[in-house]
Nanobody, 123 residues
Framework: QVQLVESGGGLVQAGGSLRLSCAAS????????MGWFRQAPGRDREFVTR????????DYADSVKGRFTISRDNAKNTVYLQMNKMKPEDTAVYYC????????????????WGQGTQVTVST
């Protein structure tokens, strides 16, 4: 059984930075693509970014491109999300997920999910 545990969320002022971590156990994630999604109150879960296991190919949602960076440390079985120049609209619960198959930007394509970590950006 795979477990994903996110950490690093919190309250930050607009323009600030946070770094989220997603620690995996139960499976070596080095040969899996991993993604980050977020969900704001009253909204659907939305794709943020993903990193493919093969050649570490990365994709970002347009809303975070140039501000967020995904990375992975296979030795630690951990994926990170560095968030810079944060905006109030980044406020959401952030989830990491392990990709199964399908379109990478669809939540239904991911097999395992963490419990989420709250990120709040104040004005």
């Amino acid at each position: 059984q795979v477990q994903l545990v996110e950490s690093g969320g919190g309250l930050v002022q607009a323009g600030g930075s946070l770094r989220l971590s997603c620690a995996a156990s139960g499976r070596n994630i080095s040969t899996y693509s991993m993604g980050w999604f977020r969900q704001a109150p009253g909204r659907d879960r939305e794709f943020v970014t993903r990193i493919r296991w093969f050649m570490d190919i990365i994709d970002y949602a347009d809303s975070v491109k140039g501000r967020f960076t995904i990375s992975r440390d296979n030795a630690k079985n951990t994926v990170y999300l560095q968030m810079n120049k944060m905006k109030p609209e980044d406020t959401a619960v952030y989830y990491c997920a392990l990709f199964r198959s399908g379109l990478y930007y669809q939540a239904s394509s991911y097999e395992y999910w963490g419990q989420g970590t709250q990120v709040t950006v104040s004005t």
